[in-house]
């Protein structure tokens, strides 16, 4: 991956679009795939990859609620808040949730796993879809906070499947108003992918469809 110095003096520093084609664009047209540059100064969130090989090494309980506190810094449908994170470290608990999510096996090396979860009685008008808004919101958070600091993280999906909410629900005994959204792999990272986007300008329209 590019350093922050590597990234900025080279071309791609310029923004979204290098300057030298940004005449060639049709007026009033996104730029299509091959003409976007990464600026650096996103790179947090470029560089946001999901990690599944992670090191031997504890993370820090500051760190840990340093997470925590981005995550409930996200916004929230009427300031309602329902969130409800449930803070993993021990090793044998890490293991039983691989049980539970196939996709999440990178958990037998991660040192640590938030469950994400949310209270539907405390959502805006008791509603599930603002529950997930509010949620989604509080994770990326998280996944974005993580990077930051130099750790890893991968989401791993636990809402709809019903076989993977029930399981959740026995291992931790959530009470019947809680629903488990999905589980965080945290942890120092054994691999560094490139930062990246899939940015795609057929998903971007302007004023109409």
Same mark, same amino acid.
């Not at 080279?10 to 923004?15: E, N, T």
């Not at 003409?35 to 790179?43: A, D, E």
């Not at 916004?75 to 449930?86: C, G, Q, T, Y």
């Given at each position: 991956?590019?350093?922050?110095?590597?990234?900025?003096?080279?071309?791609? *520093? %310029?923004?979204?679009?290098?300057?030298?084609?940004?005449?060639?664009?049709?007026?009033? !047209? $996104?730029?299509?795939?091959?003409?976007?540059?990464?600026? +650096?100064?996103?790179? +947090?969130?470029?560089?946001?990859?999901?990690?599944?090989? +992670?090191?031997?090494?504890?993370?820090?309980?500051?760190?840990? #609620?340093?997470?925590? @506190?981005?995550?409930?810094? *996200?916004?929230?449908?009427? %300031? /309602?808040?329902?969130?409800? $994170?449930?803070?993993?470290?021990?090793?044998?608990?890490?293991?039983?949730?691989?049980?539970?999510?196939?996709?999440?096996?990178?958990?037998?090396?991660?040192? @640590? *796993? $938030?469950?994400?979860?949310?209270?539907?009685? /405390? *959502?805006?008008?008791?509603?599930?879809? +603002?529950?997930?808004?509010?949620?989604? @919101? #509080?994770? &990326?958070?998280?996944?974005?906070? #993580?990077?930051?600091?130099?750790?890893?993280?991968?989401?791993?999906?636990?809402?709809?499947?019903? !076989?993977?909410?029930?399981?959740?629900?026995?291992? $931790? =005994?959530?009470?019947?108003?809680?629903?488990?959204?999905?589980?965080?792999?945290?942890?120092?990272?054994?691999?560094?992918?490139? #930062?990246? =986007?899939?940015?795609?300008? !057929?998903?971007?329209?302007? &004023?109409?469809?």
């Amino acid at each position: 991956m590019k350093t922050k110095n590597e990234i900025k003096s080279s071309p791609l *520093a %310029a923004g979204i679009v290098n300057k030298s084609n940004k005449s060639k664009l049709p007026s009033g !047209d $996104f730029p299509p795939h091959h003409m976007v540059n990464l600026n +650096y100064k996103l790179n +947090y969130i470029f560089a946001r990859r999901s990690i599944r090989k +992670y090191q031997d090494k504890a993370i820090p309980e500051e760190m840990l #609620a340093d997470l925590l @506190a981005a995550a409930m810094a *996200a916004p929230s449908a009427v %300031a /309602k808040d329902p969130w409800h $994170f449930i803070v993993v470290q021990n090793r044998e608990t890490l293991n039983k949730l691989t049980a539970i999510l196939p996709n999440g096996k990178m958990l037998h090396q991660a040192t @640590a *796993a $938030f469950v994400v979860c949310g209270d539907i009685s /405390k *959502a805006h008008r008791q509603q599930e879809s +603002y529950l997930l808004q509010d949620l989604s @919101a #509080a994770v &990326e958070n998280i996944l974005l906070a #993580a990077n930051t600091l130099g750790l890893g993280t991968c989401w791993l999906g636990v809402h709809p499947r019903e !076989d993977r909410q029930t399981g959740i629900r026995q291992l $931790f =005994t959530l009470p019947a108003q809680i629903i488990p959204m999905c589980g965080i792999a945290i942890g120092w990272p054994a691999e560094q992918p490139e #930062a990246r =986007t899939r940015y795609n300008p !057929d998903r971007v329209h302007r &004023e109409k469809w």
